[in-house]
C-alpha cells in the first residue's frame, strides 16, 4: 500500500518482502530436509533434491500470497509448489518435503530469520546513532541551555545534559534488543501439536540438526502458543520507536523558527515547502515521528493475540504477523531519519544562550528562595520574589540589576546574599558546568557501553 511505505525503510521493506520472506521459509524446509537425512529419517538424495529446489527465484512469489487466503497461512501453498516442483525432477523425495513439521513451525521459524536480520539492521544503525550522540555531548561542555517544563521557560541546563538524556534510553534499547533477541529468536519445531510425535525417538536429535542447520538457539518447549518471548521482543522494539519519537520531538521543538536553537544539516531541496520557499521544515524529525506514531496501537495488537486457543490458536498467528514487520520497520526508519538529522546538526550555541539571557534572570528564582529563605523566613522571602518577578515581568529590569537595586536602597539586608552568592546565581557557565556534572560519570560509562555494542557481534 503507498502510503504504508512512508512508515518504513527501503531496507527493513525488503527484509520482510514477499520474496524474502518465502526465501526464508525454502531456507526452512531445505534445512529440515538436510537434518532429516543427517539423522537417518530420509535417505540423502531425496534430502538434496529437496534443498537443490528450494531457491524463491524458481516460483511465482505473487502466485503464492495470492493464494494463501484460501488455505490460511502461506506454508501451504509454499509447501504444495514445492511438493510439485521436486516431484517433477525426484518423485520419490517429494514424499520427504515438510515432514514431520506444522504449517506454524514454517512460518514462525521463517519469521525468526526474517526478524534476525532486521533487527541486525536496527542495531548497526542504532548504534550510529547513540555514538552519534554521545560525540556530540563529547564535544560540548559547559553550553548553557535553557530547560523547559510543562512546555515552560524552567531552570538553565546544559547542552550535554540534555544530549545524555536522549541518549540513555537508546541505548539501554540497543542493549535490551540484543538481550531479548537472543531470548527470542529461537527455533520453532513441534510438528502438529507441539509434541514431535510424527518423529518419534528421532525428535531430539532432528531439534539439534535443524538448529544447527539454522544456526538458531533450540526453545526449552515449542512455543505454538508461547509467545511471551515474541511478544517482549516486539514490546522492546515498541519502546525504542517510543524514545526515538521523544528525541525526534524534542528535536522538532528545538528547530522551530522562533527558538533556532538546533536544525538539520543542510541540503538542496531537503525539507523545502511546496508553496513557501522561505520555510525549511524538520523532514526527518517529521519521518521519525510519522514513523512510531503507530507502534502502541502495532504493541497493544500484539497483546491482543496473547491468547491462542489449546495449542493451536485461530485467527491469532495471521493478525500477529500482519503487525511484526510494520513495527519493525518503523523502528528503522525513525532510527535512520534521526542519524540523519544528527549526522551533522546545525546547533546554535548562540541561540541557546539567548533564551536564556531572554528570561531576564527569572531562571534563577528558585535558587534565590533557597538563599533567602533561611535569612529572612518563607513569608518574607516569598513576598520578595513575587515582587522581584512581576517586576522583572513589568519590564523594570533583570532579576539580577533589582536585587542589587533592593541592597542599594535597603529593600534588602546587605546581609541577605553575598557578592560572591550573586555573582554565581547568574554564571550561566558555571551552572552548565554544574549541569554537566550530573551526567560526567555517566558519559564515561556510556562510552565504554557504545564500544562494547560496536565490538560484539549481533547474534
Known sequence: MLFEAFL??????????????VQSM?????ALARAAARVGMIPAPAAQAIASLCRAELYDVPALVAAAPRSGNLALPVVQRLRETVALFDPSAAVYVHRGASAQDLVDTAM???????????????????????ELAERHAAVPLLGRTMMQPAQVISLRFKLMNWLMPLLRSAERLREQG???LLLQLGGAVGTLDAMGDRAEDMLAAVAAELSLPLPDMCWHTQRDRWLRLGMEAGLLCGNLGKLAQDFALMAQAEVDELNEPPGEGYGACLSMPHKKNPVAALQALAAVQRAPQRVASLMGCMTPEHERGLGQHPAELAEWSGLMGGAHLAVQALNRALAEPVLRIDRMRAHVLERQGLVASERLEHLLMPRLGRQRTGAIVRDLISRVRL?????????LAAIDVGDLPPTALSSEELAAMFDLEAIAAQADGRV????????????????????
Open 8 to 21: 518504513s525503510s527501503t531496507a527493513m521493506e525488503s527484509v520482510f518482502s514477499p520474496t524474502a520472506v
Open 26 to 30: 525454502m531456507d526452512v524446509e531445505a
Open 112 to 134: 525468526v530469520l526474517r526478524t534476525r536480520e532486521a533487527l541486525r539492521l536496527i542495531d548497526d544503525d542504532l548504534q550510529q546513532l547513540c555514538a552519534r550522540l554521545l
Open 182 to 184: 537472543q531470548a527470542s
Open 395 to 403: 519590564g523594570q529590569g533583570t532579576l539580577e540589576q533589582l536585587l
Open 440 to 459: 560526567d560519570a555517566l558519559m564515561a560509562d556510556a562510552r565504554r557501553r557504545v564500544e562494547t555494542l560496536a565490538a560484539t557481534p549481533w547474534i
